[in-house]
C-alpha cells in the first residue's frame, strides 16, 4: 500500500534539514572518524594525524578526529558507504573505488602509466576537469573528496619470482583488490587475480595462497610483505591516486571558513607524503637488500603494451576523455 504524507511537521522537519546541509547557516562543530586500512606504521597513516592535528588547532577544536587504523572500523567499501550515509567518516581510499559510486570517469586516474611523475599527478588531481567530477560524486553519493594527492610512490611487484617480462606473470596467483581498475590492467598479463583484504597479505604470502603482491616500498615496509616474500620486480605500474573523503552531509556542517582550513591542510599533507615516500626510497631498498631482498627490473615498454587494453575497456567513459587527462596533467 502507498503512503502519502502531508503532514505541516514533516515539512518543517525537511526543510530545517535541507538548511542544516546547506552549510553556513547552522555551521556545527565536527568530530570526525578517520579510518584506514593501512597500519599506524604506514606513512599515510603517520601523515593524517598530523594533518588533523593542524586542522584541530587551526579551527580552535572546532574540528576534531578519532583515528581508527588496520580496518578497524571495516573495509574500505564499508567506511564509504558509512560516509555516503551522512555518518562522520573519513577514510583513506583510491580514485578507483570512488569510480563505483557513480563517477565512472574516476577510474582512468588508475589506468596503468597514466602519469609520468607526481608533478603531473597533483597537477591533474586539482585540475578543473578532476573538480568537477568530485562535485558530481558529492551530489550523487554524499561523498567529498578532501584530497586524493596522497601519492605513497610507485607501486612494484612482489613475489616469489621476478616477473620482468609480463610474460613471466602468466598463471601466478596475485593479490588483486576486487576493483575494475586492477582487474582491467592484471586480467590481460594471465594472472589468477586474488581477493585478499590488506591486512590479511602477509598471511596469504606465507602460506601460499597467494605468491605475488603489488605494492609501493613505502607500503611493504609498513605491511612486512617483504619478510614472506623475497622478490621484487621494478614496474611502477601505478602510481595511485589515493588520499581522503568524508561525508558531504558533514563537510557541509562546517563554516566555509573551517572547509577551507580542512581542504588546504589536507592537500599539503598530500604533498608531505609524496615527499616522504621518495625520500625514503632508496632507503628502504637498501634495507630489504640487507633482509635478503632481490631486486630486478622491469620491460617497461612490454609492460606498457600488454596493459593498454585498459584504455579502451571502458565503454561508459565520454569520448576523448584520456587526452583529456592528459592535457590537465601536463597543463597543455
Given amino acids: 500500500m502507498t503512503r502519502h504524507y502531508s503532514s505541516p511537521g514533516m515539512f518543517a522537519a525537511v526543510a530545517s534539514l535541507s538548511v542544516l546541509l546547506a552549510g553556513t547557516a547552522l555551521a556545527q562543530d565536527v ?11 604506514s606513512e599515510s597513516w603517520k601523515g593524517v594525524m598530523e594533518t588533523a592535528k593542524r586542522v584541530t588547532e587551526r579551527t580552535d577544536g572546532r574540528v576534531k578526529f578519532e583515528g581508527f587504523p588496520s580496518g578497524q572500523l571495516g573495509t574500505t567499501t564499508d567506511s564509504i558507504e558509512q560516509a555516503s550515509q551522512g555518518l562522520p567518516m573519513m577514510t583513506f581510499t583510491s580514485a578507483s573505488f570512488l569510480a563505483s559510486f557513480g563517477v565512472p570517469e574516476l577510474s582512468i586516474l588508475e589506468g596503468p602509466f597514466i602519469v609520468s611523475d607526481t608533478d603531473e599527478a ?35 611487484m612482489i613475489g616469489t619470482a621476478s616477473y620482468s617480462s609480463p610474460a613471466d606473470l602468466k598463471g601466478v596467483r596475485m593479490r588483486v583488490p576486487p576493483v575494475e581498475t586492477w582487474l582491467k590492467t592484471f586480467q590481460p598479463l594471465g594472472v589468477v587475480a586474488t581477493t585478499v583484504e590488506a591486512a590479511e597479505v602477509y598471511s596469504a604470502l606465507s602460506q601460499g595462497v597467494v605468491t605475488a603482491a603489488e605494492s609501493p616500498l613505502t607500503g611493504l615496509r609498513a605491511s612486512g610483505w617483504q619478510e614472506a616474500a623475497k ?3 621494478l ?30 591542510e589536507f592537500r599539503q599533507g598530500g604533498r608531505d607524503l609524496t615527499k616522504v615516500s621518495a625520500d625514503l626510497e632508496k632507503e628502504i631498498r637498501e634495507e630489504f637488500e640487507k633482509q635478503g631482498v632481490t631486486f630486478h627490473e622491469a620491460d617497461i615498454e612490454a609492460y606498457r603494451q600488454a596493459t593498454a587494453s585498459f584504455y579502451t575497456s571502458f565503454p561508459n567513459w565520454p569520448e576523448g576523455l584520456y587526452d583529456q587527462v592528459r592535457a590537465a596533467a601536463t597543463g597543455n
Fill in 235 to 264: 614496474t611502477g605500474h601505478f602510481n595511485l591516486f589515493t588520499g581522503w573523503v568524508m561525508s558531504e552531509a558533514v563537510f557541509r556542517q562546517m563554516s566555509d571558513k573551517d572547509r577551507g582550513i580542512l581542504l588546504e
Fill in 31 to 41: 568530530t570526525i572518524r578517520i579510518a584506514s586500512v593501512n597500519s599506524p606504521t
Fill in 231 to 233: 622478490e621484487i620486480t
Fill in 122 to 156: 597533483d597537477k591533474l588531481a586539482f585540475s578543473p576537469l578532476m573538480q568537477g567530477y568530485y562535485d558530481k560524486l558529492a551530489g550523487t553519493a554524499g561523498i567529498r573528496v578532501v584530497a586524493i594527492n596522497w601519492f605513497d610512490g610507485p607501486r612494484h
